[in-house]
């Protein structure tokens, strides 16, 4: 219960203007990576989808810079998640699967494994530099206690470690489990509802404001993830607003131009389960699952008031792993000491001088699923060396066993 009021209050303090200013701090900015889930390009406004209405992610992009050629590093949930956090594709983190022939690594509830302890993960480097890390939203790398968040240098974390799947209604296939912490909450749909992740991610950033030190908040709701549904609040309206309260929340705690926040998705618009549960990726061919532009170009809008230029538009190719590079430089931590495939954007997005930087300008964009190379994106070209089709014999096959050739 205490929690809930502490997140009114929070809440409240919305509507009531602005508190008191902290210090600018440059040199260790806070940092929030807004991660959705199977959000498409196409579910923008900004982005000319005459259907979508999202003023406050318009508004975003507006203050700050819109990223055309922003792409995941893998077209599903797991694999791209794990790429963001170890600025490392999938091939090289070891979370891939080769079962099945350019496949994708999933981690359904069942699953054993998860991401490898050999692994740096964003939150543990940053702590080096006094950063206090939460994920508020989808784990998805691993559910079993090895693998959990708190376990990858996370501080916080209040969340589930899969997708809100369900309601189920059989003791074979339970709810998915919620965590504050280490410690379980409750089940989606039964002590916990899908819609519950804002509150959490604003009372951390208050938090944060007022102990002043410097914080990594990487926010994955996965509300855009089927099963889809509205909260009361927003039942019936298409306009939403967690975006706009996180920004706002920030200007209300004078912490605006002290805080880098980055706004994509974790792979294209899963137009399988259109139309009433899937996005758009706007013009682009095929979503989630594929390696077309449709399953990997994800919508990306960087912020940062008083840094990154007002109404800014970059078509630098860049990635979901770059984030991993771009935190540790605007947080002043080296790189480590290993192979990495995400690059520091801040040249872009601080300067715009893509051109003065020849190895941003040159960079190759890969398109794997499992361990095969699907395709290769270089400046405005895209070479398909592979695609994938479901085999005749997969089609023939009964749903329940589609659906487990899918999983694994
Ligand atoms: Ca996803």
Not at 69 to 81: D, E, I, V
Request: with cysteine.
């Amino acid at each position: 219960m205490h929690k809930f009021i502490h997140s009114f209050t929070v809440l409240s303090l919305l509507t009531c203007g602005r508190v008191s200013a902290t210090p600018v701090n440059t040199s260790t900015p806070n940092i929030i990576i807004m991660l959705m889930d199977d959000m498409g390009w196409g579910d923008l406004g900004v982005f000319g989808q005459p259907s979508k209405e999202t003023p406050n992610l318009d508004k975003m992009a507006a203050q700050g810079m819109l990223l055309p050629n922003f792409y995941t590093a893998n077209p599903l949930c797991s694999p791209s998640r794990a790429a963001l956090l170890t600025g490392r594709l999938p091939v090289r983190n070891g979370f891939y699967t080769t079962n099945g022939h350019a496949r994708n690594a999933y981690t359904p509830q069942e699953i054993m494994g998860g991401i490898s302890s050999d692994e740096l993960l964003l939150p543990r480097l940053l702590k080096k530099k006094g950063y206090v890390s939460k994920i508020v939203g989808k784990w998805h790398l691993g559910h079993r206690p090895q693998y959990l968040p708190l376990e990858h240098g996370f501080d916080q974390w209040f969340g589930a470690p899969n997708c809100h799947f369900g309601p189920y209604d059989s003791s074979k296939t339970p709810n998915v489990p919620v965590y504050n912490n280490s410690e379980m909450v409750g089940r989606y749909y039964e002590e916990v509802k899908p819609h519950s992740d804002l509150p959490e991610a604003l009372s951390f950033i208050h938090q944060q404001s007022v102990s002043q030190q410097p914080f990594f908040l990487y926010w994955a709701p996965d509300s855009t993830h089927s099963p889809v549904y509205a909260s009361k609040s927003f039942l019936g309206r298409s306009q939403r607003g967690r975006v706009g309260q996180v920004l706002s929340w920030l200007s209300v705690l004078g912490i605006e131009q002290n805080t880098f926040v980055l706004f994509t998705s974790d792979n294209g618009a899963a137009v399988m389960s259109g139309p009433n549960q899937s996005g758009s990726n706007g013009p682009f061919l095929c979503g989630k699952e594929t390696t077309f532009e449709g399953g990997m170009r994800e919508p990306a809008v960087a912020w940062w008031p008083g840094h990154i230029p007002e109404g800014s538009v970059s078509f630098q190719l860049a990635s979901v792993m770059d984030l991993f590079s771009t935190s540790l430089s605007l947080a002043g931590v080296p790189l480590p000491d290993r192979t990495l495939d995400g690059l520091d954007l801040t040249p872009i997005l601080l300067h715009s001088r893509p051109d003065n930087n020849s190895s941003l300008a040159d960079r190759p964009i890969f398109y794997y699923r499992g361990n095969q190379l699907m395709a290769v994106r270089l400046g405005p070209y895209k070479a398909h060396y592979w695609t994938w089709s479901n085999s005749l014999e997969e089609f023939k096959l009964p749903l329940h066993q589609e659906d487990l050739s899918y999983h694994f």
